[in-house]
């Protein structure tokens, strides 16, 4: 019976060793890593001003303020202006565009830079304007007069293609002109997706539907 009792009894002992050991172990281990509440006095390396800052940080902490983070990584730089030759400060980053020291001598080597004869592609008239333009054109007019001459249309713009350029007047079998926007394209190799110019036929409903032995309701709009 005694022995009954010890061996029940030191199970129970272990048991309670082991949680006391854990709770000691939980208190030494949350007091390591509770951060220090004091504080420590520095001076920015870029306005000089003194600052206060957590213990932990007092070998990170350069700047006082992300303002004067920013002003002591931009480093000035000196250039001559290529206009009048004075001497002016800008950023570093700025090392490969800065050319010129004020708004006025910008505008002053821009209009030295004088203007480049061009041709225009369509009507081949030669106009002047700035090199940095590159233009092929002289005028909006030549714009919109080379874009009809570009023939890329498919199957549900070439209509609306053909009306823009005059080509929708009359039947080219029967001759009905009376009223155009009743008139129709054909396909004459029957394919859709080949739009090329002398594929294409303009037809009358009639004409259309005696060519494809069916009614072909022409209902547009245009």
Known sequence: MATACLTGFLPSCISALIFFLNADLEVLFMSGIKRSRERVTKNCKHCQNPFTVANYRKDSAIFCSRKCLALSARQELTTACEVCGDVFTHIASRANKAKYCSRKCYHKAQSQKGTVEYVCAHCGKKFLDAPSHKRKYCSKKCVNKASKDIWRPDFTTVRKQMVRRGMLKSCERCGFSAVPKILGV???????????LENLEVLCPNCHSTEHNKHICHGFSL
């Not at 054909?186 to 090329?196: M, T």
């Open 186 to 196: 054909h396909h004459k190799d029957r394919n859709r997706d080949n739009n090329a």
